[in-house]
């Protein structure tokens, strides 16, 4: 059974730092393409950041490119999402999620536009970003 859990969230003065973690297992093949969502309230759900399976490669929003950073240690079977730079604006429920596919989907350059919902997604974890 695919189960993803995340970890890492909190409340960090705004220009701070966080590092979300995202434990992936159940799965029989290759570490999975992981993406990155929030959302914050009365928001709609938003795509942050994607890492592909096949190749590694990594896509952003727009809104976070040059302040996240997407990685995976695959011995670890565990996806890292290090937040730099964070403003107020930041501030949602993080989560991760897997569909199962080699690479990202939507993707335009290094952008990544998701607009369908993943297949599998973690329990989310809050972060804050308050001074």
């Known amino acids: 059974q695919v189960q993803l859990v995340e970890s890492g969230g909190g409340l960090v003065q705004p220009g701070g730092s966080l590092r979300l973690s995202c434990a992936a297992s159940?799965?029989?093949?290759?570490?999975?393409?992981i993406g990155w969502f929030r959302q914050a309230p009365g928001k709609e759900r938003e795509g942050v950041s994607c890492?592909?399976?096949?190749?590694?490669?990594?896509y952003y929003a727009d809104s976070v490119k040059g302040r996240f950073t997407i990685s995976r240690d695959t011995a670890k079977n565990t996806a890292y999402l290090q937040m730099n730079l964070l403003k107020p604006e930041d501030t949602a429920v993080y989560y991760c999620?897997?569909?199962?596919?080699?690479?990202?989907?939507?993707?335009?350059?290094?952008?990544?536009?998701?607009?369908?919902?993943?297949?599998?997604w973690g329990q989310g974890t809050q972060v804050t970003v308050s001074s």
């Open positions: 999620a897997t569909d199962g596919l080699p690479v990202c989907p939507e993707t335009y350059g290094s952008t990544w536009s998701p607009k369908r919902a993943f297949d599998y």
């Open positions: 159940g799965f029989t093949l290759d570490y999975p393409t």
């Open positions: 890492i592909s399976s096949r190749d590694g490669i990594t």
